[in-house]
């Protein structure tokens, strides 16, 4: 009678650590989610400000200089990888 109650917690216990488990992870891939949400959206600031320096040094060479967009354009690449790197 003893051992099958021991072994009846034990069942129990182990179905308990299951469902903390499941729990667990789902809490862990919430977090993640947001953390991911949160990354790409900082990725997505930055590209967008990189885009809008080059097309905006491209625009301003092409008016000032009177160069062709295409080569005001290669103008501000180089000129922001040059400066980046």
Do not use: H, P
């Not at 051992?3 to 977090?31: C, E, G, P, W, Y």
């Amino acid at each position: 009678m003893d051992r099958m109650k021991l072994s009846l917690s034990k069942l129990f216990l182990q179905q308990d650590d299951a469902a903390r488990m499941t729990k667990l992870t789902t809490i862990n891939l919430q977090v993640y989610e947001e953390e991911l949400r949160e990354v790409r959206s900082k990725g997505l600031v930055d590209l967008s400000f990189v885009a809008i320096s080059l097309l905006s040094g491209a625009a301003c060479m092409t008016a000032i200089e009177g160069w062709s967009f295409s080569d005001a354009f290669y103008w501000a690449c180089v000129t922001v990888s040059v400066n980046c790197f």
